[in-house]
Nanobody
Framework: QVQLVESGGGLVPPGGSLRLSCTNSGGTFPSYGMAWFRQPPGKGRSGIAVIQWVDGDTYYADSVKGRFTISGDGAKNTLYLQMNSLQPEDTAVYYC????????????????WGQGTQVTVSS
């Protein structure tokens, strides 16, 4: 059974860095790609970074481009998010998700989700 588990969240001052990890504690599965989403307090969840395993192509939301880097190992269903220059507006619960079918333009359906990890950016 697939079970994605995020880790690495916490409290960090503005300008700081964190590295989030997402691992699969269940059986591995073929995924087309994986992504990071986040949900700020009182707001909806939105995708911020996506990676496509077949060619390593990535997509970043404008809000994190140049500050965050997504990476991972598709064969192991593991995913990372290096977050630098964190700001208070980055405060959110961060989720990883996996897509088995992918699709054009990174507009994918995600069949597997983690439970989320809290990131708080505050002095």
């Amino acid at each position: 059974q697939v079970q994605l588990v995020e880790s690495g969240g916490g409290l960090v001052p503005p300008g700081g860095s964190l590295r989030l990890s997402c691992t699969n504690s269940g059986g591995t599965f073929p995924s087309y790609g994986m992504a990071w989403f986040r949900q700020p307090p009182g707001k909806g969840r939105s995708g911020i970074a996506v990676i496509q395993w077949v060619d390593g192509d990535t997509y970043y939301a404008d809000s994190v481009k140049g500050r965050f880097t997504i990476s991972g190992d598709g064969a192991k269903n593991t995913l990372y998010l290096q977050m630098n220059s964190l700001q208070p507006e980055d405060t959110a619960v961060y989720y990883c998700a996996a897509s088995t079918l992918g699709g054009p333009g990174f507009r994918w359906q995600y069949e597997h989700w983690g439970q989320g990890t809290q990131v708080t950016v505050s002095s």
